[in-house]
C-alpha cells in the first residue's frame, strides 16, 4: 500500500508556497515546543555556532539568536531564503543569522568549520514521509562537532489498534435513510492509502508500541530505509477494531532545561498539523476487552521516490505469533504467564520483607 | 484572476471518490435543509415524477420517494451511479426509483414523459464553480412540465466587504518573532487567487448585495455567462477592510410546507462545506464606521473552460460612483439625501397624523 499523500514533483518549490508555512507556523504545539526546547536551553546556546536545516521562513533561526548563539547557518533550498532573509532583517538577527539559499548537500561552509548544534524541523506525515530526515544526517555526518547536540535528539514512531467511530458509525441511519451500502465502500474505498486524520484518545483499543527509535545523534540514512514491528496488544475495551493509528514523538536534548522537552503528535496530545496516519481495515472487527490483536507493520522506503515510504499492515493471528511478556490479553498463555509472574513478585516481596523485618529488629542494636 | 481551484481532468471520475460524497453528505445544513424542503412538502410530492440530476448517493431521490413520489430518475453521469443503486435497493426503494447511469444530456425517458419536478445538488464554491447549474437547465429544458417544480427554485449570490483576522493579525508579535513581513507577503500571495475560508459574521465589514438573482424556472446557460455588480457601502464599524466575500442562498418552493426553505452558505448562517469565497487584497484599507467602500465585482465564464469563472474585483473611488439611495456611508451627498428623506417621511407621517386626527373627530358625528 502506498500513501497517496501529496509530495510535489518540485519538492523545494512547494515550500514555496506560503500557506503551507501559515499552517505549519499555527501549529501551536510544534512552534512552541521548538520555542521552549531552544529557549530554555538558554546556557547551553550561549555563543554557540548552529545549523538550521532547511529553515523556511527562519523562525528556529530566530529563537537560536534569542537564545544567545552567536552564530546561525539557516540553510533553504527553496526561495523561501529570500523571505527569510527579510524575516531575520526584521528582527535584527541579520547580523547573527547568515540564509544560505541552497540545498545543504551544496552547502560548504567557510574554512571547513563544524556547528555545536543543528536544528530542524523535518518531520512529515506519520514522521518520514517527505524524507527530509535524509537531508538533516547528511547535514548531522559534514558539519556537526564529534560531541555536537540535534534539536531534536530522538524521534519514535508508535502503532497502535483504533477505532474510527466519526468515519463509519453515522451511515446506519443517516437523516431518515439507511447508507451501511455507502459505508461498506467507503471503508474498502480507504483502505487502500492510509487517511491522515485525528483519532481521539478514547478510540485507540490497546496500548501503542513503538516502531522504531531513532536516535539522530548517529542514525544512518540506510537505518531509515526501512522499519517493521510485530505485535500483539490486549483490547483495552469492547469495541470495534477498524485501523491502526500511526503518530510520532520527537525528544529534544535534555541540557540546562529542567524539564525533557517532547513534541507528541499522538491522539492523546493537542492536536498538530500532522494529526495521525490510519491505516483503515477493509473490514472491520467486533473485539471485547483484553482479545488479543495481532499485526505486523512494514514501513519501507519507495524503490523509485526516495520521500515516499511503502506502509504494509498485516493482520496475524494471535495464536501463531509470540506474545510480549507480560502482555494483557486473555490468552491462556498470557493469563498463566501474568499468574506465575505475579506470585513470583510476591515471593520476592515476601522476601524483601523478611529482610527489611531483620534489618528493623537489628536497628535497635545499632542506636545504642 | 482565475480562481485556482480543483476540478480534476475527468470531471465525472472525480465524484467517484466517496471521500468528496462523505463530507457533502455530512455537511449538515446541505443535507437537512434538502431533507426539509422535499419531506415538508408531502402533500405536492404525493404521486408526482420526479427528475434527480446528479444524484450521487441517491439520497435526495429517497428523500422524494419518502415524500410520496410515484416515479423518481435518478440520473448520475459517474460510476457512483452504481452505489446509488445499492442504497436505493437497501431503502427498498428500487421500484420507484429508477438510476440512469448517463450524462442527463444523453437520457431519453420512455415515451418522452415530462417530469413534474427536478431536485439538484448542483451548487460549488461561489455557487457557479464546476458549472454544474448548465445540467440542470438543460434537464429543465427537455423534461420538466410547463409548471414544473425545481428545487431550489432560486438562487442568489452575495457580496460583502470583510476582514479576515485569522489570517493577517497574529504576525506582528507571534511567539516573540516579528512576522510582518511573512504577512505581508502572504497577503501579496494570496491576492491572485480566491481563498475558500470560513468568514465570521463579525468580520463583515458592510451590508451585503445581490450579484445576481438567479430563477431557477426560467434562467438560460447564457444567462449565468457572465454577472457584474457594482456597489457602494457604508462601513458598519471602524475596522480592516481586507476582501470582498462571497458566498450564495438557495430558496426551495414554498408549495405545502408553511415556511420557506433557504439553504444559506453565508457567514451568519450554520458552516457548511462551501465555506465562503473570499477575494484578498494585497494591500488592507483602514476604513472608519460609515466610510464608503466602492468596489465592481465581475464574474464571467472562462473561455476555455466553461466550468470555471473568472473573479475580477476592481476597487472604486466612492467619489466617483453612483451611491444606492438611501446610502448609509458619510458622503456629505448620502447624509443630504438622508436628511431630505427622512425629512419627506416625516412630513408623509405628519399628515398622515392630520388626517387621522380629523377621522378621529368626525367619528362621534358617525356614532350618531
Known sequence: MEPNLPIPDNYFSSYEDLEIHRLMLEDEPRTSTYRKAILNNKEYFKDKVVMDVGCG??????????????????????????????????????????????????????????????????????????????????????????????????????????????????WEEFHGVTMSTFSKHLRSDKSHKPEIMQIRSVDLLGEEVALNWINLRDCTVEELDSYCVQHVVGANKNGRYQGICIWFECIFPELSSEERVILNTGPIAEPTHWKQTVILLPDEQRVEEKEPIAFKLDMNRDGKNSRRYNLQLTLLDPEEIEHPVPCCCDMTKCILINAVMKQQVKHAMDQRQIVNDSVLEEEPIDDE
Open 57 to 170: 521562513t527562519g523562525i528556529l533561526s530566530i529563537f537560536c539568536a534569542q537564545a544567545g548563539a552567536k552564530k546561525v547557518y539557516a540553510v533553504e533550498a527553496s526561495n523561501l531564503a529570500n523571505l527569510a532573509k527579510e524575516i531575520i532583517k526584521e528582527n535584527k538577527y541579520e547580523n547573527i543569522i547568515e540564509v544560505i539559499h541552497s540545498k545543504v548537500e551544496d552547502v560548504l561552509l567557510p574554512s571547513n568549520i563544524k556547528v555545536d548544534a543543528i536544528v530542524s524541523e523535518w518531520m512529515g506525515f506519520y514522521l518520514l514521509h517527505e524524507g527530509m530526515l535524509d537531508s538533516v544526517v547528511f547535514a548531522r555526518d559534514k558539519f556537526l562537532k564529534e560531541d555536537g547536540e540535534m534539536f531534536p535528539q530522538n524521534a519514535v514512531i508508535y502503532v497502535a489498534p483504533c477505532s474510527v467511530p466519526n468515519l463509519y458509525e453515522k
